[in-house]
């Protein structure tokens, strides 16, 4: 029976139950039964060792639920990337990592057998020259060391690029890093250069901060390489995530990446691509990708990327609508109270309106043309109107007799108000 | 390449610290393991680092007579930036935030420095939908300048003049300390959070938009004093968490738990009704925009409590019925 380690293997599956616990908040350990209660509780406590000031145990009446609450605006570090740097390693890997950085450190370069070799003189640490070239390799492929060729000979050294030296030249770097790494995608990144130089950002914090977006800085990592070499990927794709069950499969899908979207205002974070037996672009949740594998090679990207550009012209958010860009759109229009001295209401459309127009129409009325695909997506930023809106028109018809009903339904909800 | 990998590793860093101490004792070894790691990094770690008779430790250090250890290399551990690092600096210079920080000098030198290294995305690949067309004007001259001032100030907790023209269009001349610098990627703006140095009061915390600073001069006095960055943040928090009731239909719980992720909060599930109950705790100076993405959500969603955030929705929705009827 193997023992706890706070160290781990891979990151899907601790992506998964940090993410619940973050967002989520409310579940209990019968909620992860598609999972063992032995992964659960390892899971658990390791979530406990790496984030434990941001941990909450409350005892509901499902029994004790696990959360994680962070008042996201307010903190210097995205306490979530812990979890990048739990990676687990052999004795060799951490052994091979100091020991060849101090044979290297004097500048100087060598072949693998002569570090093979200095391994064993210096530090009696006797391994194959096999294991140390894998390991020389790897570094070179990371960029820590540097391989050059002297006829068929790879010699190694360290590389000379250290963040210490490089901010000395440019000042003004350090607080750019500092900045940047509270930033999404990648600020983990950022954060790994603070931390190799023993920096910490304390002066910059970000408001409406989603940072369980970084769980899924891996995954996109490799969408981005794939839309870097114009190739479509292989996607294994979970159908939902709040309740999970053990009847719950994962999807595959061959696809072309084109885009990644991301909504400022709900967290949530799309990867928009391109099916070719259905001629047609539609949205993947970033937080349902589970894997990403590169495939074929895709000769039409760039006019898939100039298609592409063309329909996003109206996409409210991120829905297509099962439409391949030849239908025609019937404009939603949406007529509004505004008095002269509600400028800021005015001012607030203006800044937030997406694919259509403001115009007056009246001394206290102004109607928005939305020139959309899909309708539907727009009716919760209308709804944050409620109390100015005269009419909506156009779109579908759904939407109309669905605004209606459901103020209806708010009044009803809130009692006091008369339907 | 991966983020995910070893070399970026908490252990690998506390190691690293530990090498470059050359010499401690076994209870500076763990402090360091303490302070640095992870809750229980001190039972796993140490017993691979103290030399052990059987020989399952590292082989990094080796124990001396007065039982002090002492590290087995002979030079203070390196790292290089990595080519992920390398690529993700290269990417940030296409990212015009990035001139608030770097002269001109500074930037064309390491634009020219990283020309080789490509960049982890272009900023074609990634958009925002939904985020304000208004941002502020991060490559304006006078900006820049004001941000470096800022910038400057926040360094050394130097007190600055700032004549400033707030939100309803008033002109005010403020002498503050600035202790954060906020951004905001919904509203594509930089705020800067900041004290008031001379304040006998207890509310003496402004927050203040970069792109709405009229002029600014650093004074040349400095401000010695502690900035509680904690107890400025709870002289604007709410008196009382909102709280809220959010049906399943529409994948409700869903999409509230995501857009609201970063609130600190309580949730509790009711499995009979499916109903869920959300405590939210906020930034009073942000009631309004709560208020509103609450409103966003429907009839999925009940505003519980407390009573003058519940009647501001209801004053809402019975407008909204009046217009309806009179249509």
Avoid at chain 2, 7 to 18: D, E, S
């Amino acid at each position: 029976m193997s023992t706890f380690s706070e160290l781990i293997k891979t990151f899907s599956r601790t992506r998964d139950y940090v993410r619940d616990f973050f967002i989520y908040g409310c579940k209990v350990r019968d909620d992860f039964k598609h999972k063992s209660s032995r992964t659960y509780d390892d899971e658990r406590r390791r979530t406990e060792s790496w984030l434990g000031d941001y941990i909450n145990h409350d005892d509901s009446k499902r029994g004790r639920q696990i959360s994680m609450s962070v008042d996201s605006g307010h903190i210097t570090e995205n306490p979530l990337y812990q979890a990048y740097y739990a990676k687990s390693f052999t004795d060799n890997d951490i052994k091979l990592h100091f020991f060849l950085i101090d044979l290297l450190a004097n500048g100087k370069r060598f072949t693998s057998q002569e570090l093979t070799n200095l391994l064993f003189r210096k530090y009696d640490f006797y391994l194959d020259e096999k294991t140390v070239r894998t390991k020389l390799k790897e570094y070179s492929d990371e960029g820590l060391f540097i391989c050059e060729k002297e006829g068929r000979t790879p010699y190694y050294s360290i590389s000379p690029d250290t963040f210490d030296e490089m901010s000395g030249r440019y000042p003004g770097l350090k607080d750019a890093v500092r900045f940047f790494s509270e930033t999404q995608p990648f600020g983990v990144i950022g954060n790994s250069i603070l931390k190799s130089c023993d920096m910490q950002n304390d002066r910059f914090i970000m408001k409406h901060n989603y940072i369980a977006r970084t769980l899924e800085d891996d995954i996109l990592l490799d969408i981005l390489e794939a839309m870097r070499s114009e190739r479509s990927v292989k996607l294994k794709i979970f159908p939902a995530r709040l309740y999970l069950s053990e009847n719950t499969k994962e999807l595959n899908r061959t696809c072309v990446p084109m885009k990644i979207s991301t909504s400022a205002q709900t967290g949530r974070r799309y990867l928009i691509v391109y099916t070719p037996s259905k001629n047609s672009f539609d949205s993947i949740r970033l937080d349902y990708i589970k894997e990403v594998k590169p495939d074929e090679p895709c000769p039409e990207y760039s006019a898939l990327t100039e298609k592409l550009n063309e329909e996003l012209t109206h996409v409210f958010g991120i829905s297509f609508s099962g439409r391949n860009g030849t239908e025609e759109i019937t404009p939603l229009r949406i007529t509004m109270h505004i008095s002269p001295e509600e400028y800021y209401i005015f001012d607030r459309v203006k800044r937030e309106i997406r694919y259509g127009k403001i115009e007056q129409t009246g001394e206290n009325t102004y109607l928005l043309t939305l020139d959309i695909y899909d309708p539907k997506e727009a009716v919760p930023w209308i709804r944050t109107f409620t109390g100015r809106i005269i009419s909506i028109e156009g779109g579908t018809e759904e939407i109309c007799r669905q605004f209606r009903t459901d103020t209806e339904a708010m009044a009803k909800l809130y009692g006091e108000v008369q339907a | 390449m991966n983020i995910f990998h070893e070399i970026y590793g908490t252990y690998f860093r506390i190691v690293k610290h530990l090498l470059k101490r050359r010499r401690m004792t076994e209870s500076e070894l763990n402090s360091v393991i303490i302070d640095e790691g992870y809750r229980d990094s001190c039972l796993f770690l140490q017993p691979r680092l103290i030399p052990n008779a059987d020989g399952s430790d590292w082989g990094l250090f080796r124990k001396n007579d007065g039982g002090t250890l002492s590290a087995n290399t002979k030079n203070d551990p390196q790292s290089p930036l990595t080519l992920l690092q390398k690529r993700w600096l290269r990417t940030k210079l296409e990212d015009p935030r990035i001139r608030l920080f770097l002269s001109d000098d500074e930037y064309s030198g390491l634009t020219e420095e990283l020309k080789d290294t490509a960049p982890l995305y272009t900023s074609e690949m990634l958009y925002f939908y939904d985020q304000f067309s208004d941002g502020d004007p991060f490559e304006d001259r006078k900006y820049k300048m004001h941000f470096h001032e800022i910038l400057t100030a926040l360094r050394n907790r130097e007190i600055i003049d700032v004549s400033y023209r707030s939100g309803k269009g008033n002109g005010k001349r403020l002498r503050v300390v600035p202790f954060y610098i906020e951004y905001s990627e919904k509203n594509d703006k930089i705020r800067v959070h900041c004290i008031f140095p001379f304040s006998e009061q207890k509310e003496n915390f402004i927050i203040l938009n970069i792109g709405r600073i009229l002029s600014l001069k650093r004074t040349g006095n400095f401000f010695s004093g502690d900035i509680d960055s904690e107890a400025c943040f709870r002289q604007t928090r709410c008196e009382e968490p909102v709280t809220v009731r959010i049906n399943p239909e529409r994948n409700a719980h869903e999409r509230f738990m995501m857009e609201f992720a970063p609130y600190e909060k309580r949730t509790e599930l009711d499995t009979e009704t499916g109903v869920m109950t959300v405590q939210l705790w906020y930034d009073s100076l942000d009631e309004t925009e709560i208020l509103i993405r609450l409103l966003g959500f429907g009839p999925v969603l009940e505003i519980v409590s407390p009573p003058d955030f519940r009647k501001q929705a209801v004053e809402r929705i019975k407008r909204q019925c009046e217009i309806m009827k009179s249509e």
